[in-house]
């Protein structure tokens, strides 16, 4: 496997070192192949939200074992999961599955451009909407430019389409909306930025952009796969009061198996193939385990108040840290919106990729090293979200506080 992983951010690039292998998981922890275990703050990079094997995920996953893997038509809880996202978030009226948020993200994109006729696609340095050709752009230079291809293989023509501009530079989306905003079908964010680690989005940013999309006639894709049903019960949406055209979901959807999807207008999203036009679609879309996973854990989710749960764990290990931080006069930053958290080495606020690209790499390979060897599985990058699920015990979270104490206290 090339770098030994099906996946880059697994492989321990970004920090040095070798990966442990996991051999098993259950609640907030992991256990590698020699028997180490872990405190999990990456939980599969945001999916796992109820922690490891949750006892109803588990039953409802059996069930589904006895009924059949896949059926090549249309299922019940399929009618179910949207239903349920549709609930939990009034501006999805429709909703298509797919098997990966990589794959929601092109299909808003291309939903998009098929119902504006227009071409352009305006996104945010530093956000992530998985790997299709025309999202995997990265900045030039200046303050608004034309993207330049952020992988080889992505054709310089796929991302001269897109257009990205500084996250929470509302005036450079003016600007460019100003310049070109007939051209633009959509702009997409992520609405709290968790891909260059975590970015709160500024007071007026996403109302601005509501407002900027809604006058030039574009289309206001709301990326939600790291954020819904994990920020708050309806997502960033709910949060900060917004009404996105489309939505793309993944993760908590899939309650740890591969889902993807994308909702919105009902105007919009019947532009969809068989309903429409615009051609989508999926041989295990809807994959009934996948369904049955997301389901169950979207219902566990509306039972008790998860998310104050999650918001006072997610304090407790905000405070700590920025009391290490202090303690230790380490130059320190702790970004965080509920259960998503991010630890930058830097003096400065973080409030774009510019700003998080200041922090001390090399502060983030050493704290990463000692946290994994005291028993804590960080995300082994710098620009990624550390994650908490409802089963995250205090303890476990003070004794991270500890570790990472020690670990500022041996820097060098
Ligand atoms: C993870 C992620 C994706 C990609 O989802 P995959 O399931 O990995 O394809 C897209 N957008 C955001 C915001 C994400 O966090």
Redesign the pocket.
């Known amino acids: 496997m090339p770098g030994g992983v099906n ?1 880059p951010v697994r492989s321990f690039r970004g920090v040095g070192g070798d990966p442990p292998f996991f051999a098993s998981a259950k609640g907030a922890h992991l256990t590698d192949l020699d028997g180490n275990r872990y405190l999990d703050m990456v939980l599969a ?2 999916p796992l939200i109820l922690g490891h094997l949750d006892e109803r995920v588990v039953a409802a996953l059996r069930t589904q074992l006895g009924r059949g893997e896949a059926m090549g038509g249309p299922t019940l809880a399929e009618v179910e999961l949207a239903e349920e996202v549709a609930r939990l978030m009034p501006a999805v009226e429709m909703l298509r599955l797919t098997s ?6 092109m299909s808003a994109v291309r939903l998009a451009r098929g119902v504006t006729g227009r071409d352009l696609i305006v996104k945010f340095d530093g ?5 299709g050709d025309s999202l995997l752009a990265a900045a030039g230079s200046g303050v608004a430019t034309l993207a330049i291809p952020g992988s080889p293989g992505v054709p310089a023509g796929t991302v001269a389409d897109t257009v990205v501009v500084a996250f929470n530079d509302l005036a450079g989306v003016r600007e460019e909306m100003e310049r070109r905003g007939e051209r633009v079908a959509a702009v997409i964010v ?1 609405p709290v930025a ?2 260059m680690g975590v970015v709160p989005p500024a007071p007026g940013f996403l109302e601005g952009l509501r407002e900027l999309t809604t006058a030039s006639g574009s289309i206001l894709i709301l ?5 819904g049903f994990r920020v708050s019960r309806g997502g960033a949406q709910e949060r900060y009061g917004l009404a996105p055209d489309l939505t ?1 979901l ?2 908590i959807i899939g309650g740890g198996l ?1 889902v ?1 999807a994308l909702g919105g207008r009902r105007a919009l999203m019947e532009q969809l193939a068989p309903a429409g036009p615009i051609y989508q679609a999926g041989t295990l879309s809807g994959s009934p385990l996948a369904v049955a996973a997301g389901l169950t854990t979207l219902r566990a989710l509306q039972e008790g108040d998860p998310y104050s749960r999650l918001e006072r764990l997610g304090a407790r290990l905000q405070a700590g840290l920025e009391a290490a931080g202090a303690a230790a006069g380490v130059p320190l930053r702790v970004n965080r919106v509920g259960s998503m958290l991010t630890f930058f080495f830097t003096g400065e606020e973080v409030v774009d990729f510019r700003s998080a690209r200041t922090s001390d790499l090399s502060h983030f390979s050493q704290v990463h090293r000692r946290l994994l060897q005291g028993g804590v599985f960080w995300p082994p990058s710098q620009f990624e979200a550390g994650f908490l699920s409802v089963v995250h015990p205090e303890a476990e979270l003070d004794r991270l506080v500890g570790l990472f104490s020690h670990a500022l206290a041996e820097l060098v």
């Not at 956000?127 to 790997?131: L, T």
């Open positions: 996946s990079y945001g990966s948020g990589t794959e929601a993200a956000c992530y909407h998985g790997h992520e968790g891909n990326d939600e796969v790291m954020t793309c993944g993760k591969p993807g």
